[in-house]
């Protein structure tokens, strides 16, 4: 039987949109206010979704108390009140090209999903929804 679970977390961060090889005039130019040098701040909404076939021994898909301590983990403990461009390595420093990763929103739900989904079998399948705002919501993969 193929079924899906989702759980629901929260953390809040800060952020600034800017590419560091820019002006901050060309960062204001393409990011808007989410540009200021200051940064600004999200209170973010995240649905893990996993899918896959039940375990006819378990009735369970996924331990779902396993599932929170991984989101705890993986997510909440590791981006929640944190500044996102210096705290959290993925945004923080150039990657193994040596390009920067913006903390977008879509990027912000990439990193959520990689770092999930190696802790997962493979046989599981997962979706992440990042609500940045109310009206601002990513889902990865699409």
Not at 13 to 36: I, K, M, Q, S, Y
Not at 58 to 79: A, F, Q
Not at 86 to 109: D, H, K, R
Request: glycine residues 4%; charged residues 25%.
């Amino acid at each position: 039987m193929r079924t899906a679970v989702i759980r629901k977390a929260h953390f809040n961060a800060a952020h600034r949109l800017a590419h560091p090889d820019w002006t901050d005039e060309r960062n204001r130019e393409v990011f808007g206010l989410c540009a200021n040098p200051h940064y600004h701040g999200h209170n973010y909404e995240l649905d893990v979704r996993v899918s896959g076939e039940v375990d006819p021994m378990t009735g369970m898909l996924i331990d779902m108390k396993d599932l929170r301590d991984l989101i705890r983990t993986e997510v909440e403990l590791y981006m929640d009140h944190k500044n996102l461009n210096l705290e959290v390595p993925e945004f923080s420093q150039p990657n193994a090209n040596g390009q920067w990763l913006i903390p977008t929103a879509e990027n912000i739900g990439k990193v959520i999903y990689d770092r999930l989904r190696r802790h997962l079998p493979s046989s599981l399948d997962l979706m992440i929804r990042l609500a940045e705002t109310p009206r601002n919501i990513v889902e990865y993969p699409a």
